[in-house]
């Protein structure tokens, strides 16, 4: 897996609902001749960014959904009519469409959190009320170690 997204960084909307992306974000999305652009949909309150081989992926697992269940199948009906194809504009900004904003709860105030293969966007305070628990017997029950 590439890392391409690392940082965590707060970042304020201008009155447009335009980002400006960190030159970290932009480079990782021109990484491997990438064109920048990149897909963003909204989950569970936040906006998650994703670069267009992802997408694919993410795309290739919502067509799996059973159409007979009604939840999963309004899952999918929101994820996929939410997402959006962006590119930043010469000065690195994307502007983020109403719809997701509304959906994400986006104020002035965001946090970009670096997902190694994607970044998400959190309204800054809703970033800021998310507790840090203690998820130390799942990792381990996962078989993962990561020594904190």
Do not use: C
Request: proline letters at 7%.
């Amino acid at each position: 897996m590439k890392k391409l997204f690392t940082k965590s960084l707060s970042r304020s909307l201008d009155p447009k609902g335009r980002l400006m992306l960190p030159p970290e974000y932009r480079d990782g999305l021109t990484a491997d001749g990438g064109s920048g652009m990149f897909w963003l949909t909204a989950f569970y309150g936040r906006l998650v960014a994703y670069m267009p081989a992802d997408w694919d992926l993410v795309t290739e697992q919502l067509s799996k959904i059973p159409m007979p269940s009604p939840r999963l199948s309004h899952f999918k009906t929101k994820v996929m009519g939410l997402a959006q194809e962006l590119e930043p504009d010469a000065q690195g900004r994307v502007r983020i469409p109403q719809v997701l904003m509304r959906e994400a709860g986006l104020h002035k105030d965001v946090m970009l959190v670096g997902m190694l293969n994607k970044f998400e966007i959190w309204d800054q305070d809703s970033f800021n009320a998310l507790p840090l628990e203690d998820v130390s017997e799942e990792l381990t029950a996962l078989g993962i170690n990561l020594s904190l």
